[in-house]
T-cell receptor
Framework: DQQVKQNSPSLSVQEGRISILNCDYT??????FLWYKKYPAEGPTFLIS?????DKNEDGRFTVFLNKSAKHLSLHIVPSQPGDSAVYFC????????????FGGGTRLMVKP | DGGITQSPKYLFRKEGQNVTLSCEQN?????MYWYRQDPGQGLRLIYY???????QKGDIAEGYSVSREKKESFPLTVTSAQKNPTAFYLC?????????????FGNGTRLTVT
C-alpha cells in the first residue's frame, strides 16, 4: 500500500521548457513534503520542501505546489536545463508518525538539449 | 568538507554470508538512517537512530541489524536471513530530531548477493 505515489516513471522535456513532476499521497496526516533529486550511483540531494500550511514554495527555478484537498503536490522546473536530468523523488512525513519520511517511487526526468 | 561516507561503493557476497555496510558522518548530526532502494519502489526505511546507543526498526527491518556505538557511525549488517539482499543501500543523517529537517544522504553501496 503505497502512501506516496509518483505515477509517471519518466518524463522527457525540451531544454528551456517547463518540467512538471507530480506526486499524489493518500495519508491525510502528512504535513511536510519534500523533493529530492538523484543522479545515478549517488545519494539523493534535498531540493525543496513545503509545509502543509502553505500551498506554494519557490526557490529559483524550482517551485513546489501543494493541493491539500486533492492530496497532490507538483514540482515545476522553469526553465529546464540538461543538468536537471535525474530521478526526482517526492517524500512526505506526518508528525504523528514520528516524522519519518515516506518516499514515492521516483520519476526520471530527461531534459533534451 | 562535511558529509556522509559509505563504503564500499560496490560489494559482492555469496548467499548465506553476513555482510556489514559502513556509514560514517562528520556533520555532527544526531539522527542517522538506512534506506534501501529497489527499482521503481523508491526508498524504504530499514532502521533509524535518533541518538547513540538507541535505534528503531523501520518498515523493512527483517534480516538486518544495526549498531550506534558512536555518533558518527551507523553500520548496517545484512544477515543471511534477508531474503532479497541485492539492492542499493543508502545511509542518511539529519540534524536534530528525526524528521524535522531534510536528510543528507551518502552516495550509497550497491550490494550484490549471488
Amino acid at each position: 500500500d503505497q502512501q506516496v505515489k509518483q505515477n509517471s516513471p519518466s518524463l522527457s522535456v525540451q531544454e528551456g521548457r517547463i518540467s512538471i513532476l507530480n506526486c499524489d499521497y493518500t495519508n491525510s496526516m502528512f504535513d511536510y513534503f519534500l523533493w529530492y533529486k538523484k543522479y545515478p550511483a549517488e545519494g539523493p540531494t534535498f531540493l525543496i520542501s513545503i509545509s502543509s500550511i502553505k500551498d506554494k514554495n519557490e526557490d529559483g527555478r524550482f517551485t513546489v505546489f501543494l493541493n491539500k484537498s486533492a492530496k497532490h503536490l507538483s514540482l515545476h522546473i522553469v526553465p529546464s536545463q540538461p543538468g536537471d536530468s535525474a530521478v526526482y523523488f517526492c517524500a512526505a512525513s506526518a508528525r504523528n508518525a514520528g516524522n519519518m519520511l515516506t518516499f514515492g517511487g521516483g520519476t526520471r526526468l530527461m531534459v533534451k538539449p | 568538507d562535511g558529509g556522509i561516507t559509505q563504503s564500499p561503493k560496490y560489494l559482492f557476497r555469496k548467499e548465506g554470508q553476513n555482510v556489514t555496510l559502513s556509514c560514517e558522518q562528520n556533520l555532527n548530526h544526531d539522527a542517522m538512517y538506512w534506506y534501501r532502494q529497489d527499482p521503481g519502489q523508491g526508498l524504504r526505511l530499514i532502521y533509524y537512530s535518533q541518538i547513540v546507543n538507541d535505534f528503531q526498526k523501520g518498515d523493512i527491518a527483517e534480516g538486518y541489524s544495526v549498531s550506534r556505538e558512536k555518533k558518527e557511525s551507523f553500520p548496517l549488517t545484512v544477515t543471511s536471513a534477508q531474503k532479497n539482499p541485492t539492492a542499493f543501500y543508502l545511509c542518511a543523517s539529519s540534524i536534530g530530531r528525526v524528521g524535522n529537517s531534510p536528510l543528507h544522504f551518502g552516495n550509497g553501496t550497491r550490494l550484490t548477493v549471488t
